[in-house]
């Protein structure tokens, strides 16, 4: 038996249906609907990534796991954007006794990112190792002297508003 909602709220008055009243997996599906995280075409598009900074330069580390090195595709636009780019090649193996599942994507990856430093890039160096692409690019000497302090000032509670 199936059980029905409307939210009236909606101005088309469009009805929700549930199977057996399980409002609960009905919800539970349309959370993970929206976990991009596991999104499969969302999540093979654009690879992980960290940005840190030192003093001298400015690292951009992506996850590349299953790209190889000759795959992949780094460019720095007049604009200072970092593209990162790569694709993953699947091999087809004909035996698939006991294999019923398969979470495994295939396919191009992209990303790109702002970079909102005065950069050399065409000092920029990257290194791949076991499925980390590493990205250093060197900070100008203009941008590496870059360092203001903020004061803090502590701020005082009027005590004659306290009743």
Do not use: C
Not at 108 to 116: A, F, G, T
Request: glycine share 4%; proline share 4%; no cysteine.
């Amino acid at each position: 038996m199936n059980n029905q909602l409307t939210n009236m709220e909606n101005e088309r008055n469009i009805p929700i249906h549930t199977h057996h009243g399980d409002l609960k997996n009905m919800m539970h599906h349309f959370w993970n609907m929206l976990d991009f995280s596991h999104h499969h075409e969302l999540s093979k598009m654009e690879p992980k990534i960290e940005v840190t900074e030192n003093k001298k330069n400015i690292i951009v580390t992506a996850e590349m796991p299953g790209v190889d090195e000759k795959n992949m595709n780094v460019e720095i636009s007049a604009d200072g954007y970092l593209t990162i780019s790569g694709e993953k090649k699947h091999q087809t193996e004909e035996s698939k006794e006991g294999s019923y599942f398969s979470e495994i994507s295939y396919g191009m990856v992209k990303r790109s990112i702002p970079l909102p430093w005065d950069l050399k890039f065409n000092q920029a160096k990257a290194d791949y190792d076991d499925g980390i692409l590493k990205i250093t690019i060197p900070k100008s000497a203009e941008e590496q002297t870059k360092n203001k302090k903020i004061n803090i000032n502590k701020t005082k509670k009027n005590k004659s508003n306290k009743k």
